[in-house]
């Protein structure tokens, strides 16, 4: 694992951005597994810029999915990663993997494990920290899912931006430790003032399953990538 110490969230946004743009013109047809919401949307916003050519041959891995929000609803994780990774970064429709909350969880949950196990090592796996310590949906429990599962949602996670007030979401699906420990690189963000407690608690914490984020310490090519604000 390495500590990746920037000065600013634009700092940390462009760090991520030239590692997504640097993958894709190192491999073409390379695969990315990525989380939504505030953390990293800076730096999926800048990649274009930073791209010879459309990536229409990348795949793209969606990490999670709030169960109830179709893939029509702007709350979505879906139209989250259309608006910001799909669309302007030219993904082929064939090469975007990703849950549909709106359908059944379970059937969702086979449809995308199936996919994930017919994968290989996707190239890099971006995630933020959950208020929670959670990464994707994985939640602080006694035992953590391994594979792609529909999961019920903590407090934290149900406060999120994304939903708060406006849709009462009490599961999710996710993939699971395996799929995101299995990726040849992983990419923790974390920015904001308003992290600077959970980023303590993964800075001193020994690996524990109430602070899944503390799982990443243990990938054999990880990095912590934080902005000054979180110290």
Same mark, same amino acid.
């Not at 800076?42 to 969606?62: C, E, H, N, R, T």
């Given at each position: 694992?390495?500590?990746? $110490?920037?000065?600013?969230?634009?700092?940390?946004?462009?760090?991520? !951005?030239?590692?997504?743009?640097?993958?894709?013109?190192? $491999?073409?047809?390379?695969?990315?597994?990525? !989380?939504?919401?505030?953390?990293?949307?800076?730096?999926?916003?800048? +990649? @274009?810029?930073?791209?010879?050519?459309?990536?229409?041959? !990348?795949? &793209?891995?969606?990490?999670?999915?709030? #169960?109830?929000?179709?893939?029509?609803? $702007?709350?979505?994780?879906?139209?989250? %990663?259309?608006?910001? +990774?799909?669309?302007?970064?030219?993904?082929? @429709?064939?090469?975007?993997? !990703?849950?549909?909350?709106?359908?059944?969880?379970?059937?969702?949950?086979?449809?995308?494990?199936? =996919?994930?196990?017919?994968?290989?090592?996707?190239? %890099?796996?971006?995630?933020? %920290?959950?208020?929670?310590? *959670? &990464?994707?949906? &994985?939640?602080?429990?006694?035992?953590?899912?391994?594979? =792609?599962?529909? #999961?019920?949602? *903590?407090?934290?996670?149900?406060? *999120?931006?994304?939903?708060?007030? $406006?849709?009462?979401? /009490?599961?999710?699906?996710?993939?699971?430790?395996? /799929? &995101?420990?299995?990726?040849?690189? +992983?990419?923790?963000?974390?920015?904001?003032?308003?992290?600077?407690?959970?980023?303590?608690? %993964?800075?001193?914490?020994? +690996?524990?399953?109430?602070?899944?984020?503390?799982? #990443?310490?243990? *990938?054999?090519?990880?990095?912590?990538?934080?902005?000054?604000?979180?110290?």
């Amino acid at each position: 694992m390495q500590l990746v $110490k920037l000065t600013t969230q634009e700092d940390v946004a462009a760090h991520v !951005a030239q590692q997504i743009a640097d993958t894709i013109a190192r $491999k073409e047809d390379a695969s990315f597994i990525l !989380a939504s919401g505030g953390t990293p949307t800076k730096a999926f916003d800048m +990649v @274009p810029s930073m791209l010879s050519s459309p990536a229409s041959q !990348a795949k &793209i891995i969606k990490l999670d999915e709030w #169960v109830g929000l179709s893939n029509s609803d $702007k709350d979505s994780c879906e139209h989250y %990663l259309t608006e910001h +990774v799909v669309k302007p970064w030219g993904i082929q @429709p064939e090469n975007y993997i !990703a849950f549909d909350g709106g359908e059944l969880p379970e059937t969702e949950v086979e449809r995308i494990q199936e =996919v994930m196990d017919s994968m290989k090592n996707p190239d %890099l796996c971006i995630i933020g %920290l959950g208020m929670n310590g *959670h &990464i994707g949906f &994985i939640e602080p429990n006694d035992g953590l899912p391994v594979n =792609v599962s529909k #999961v019920t949602l *903590h407090s934290a996670s149900k406060a *999120h931006p994304m939903v708060s007030g $406006k849709n009462n979401i /009490e599961f999710g699906i996710s993939l699971g430790l395996q /799929e &995101i420990m299995s990726a040849k690189k +992983v990419i923790l963000m974390v920015t904001g003032e308003h992290k600077k407690e959970i980023f303590d608690k %993964l800075l001193k914490s020994n +690996v524990t399953t109430s602070l899944p984020a503390s799982l #990443v310490k243990i *990938h054999p090519n990880a990095e912590i990538v934080y902005s000054e604000d979180v110290i």
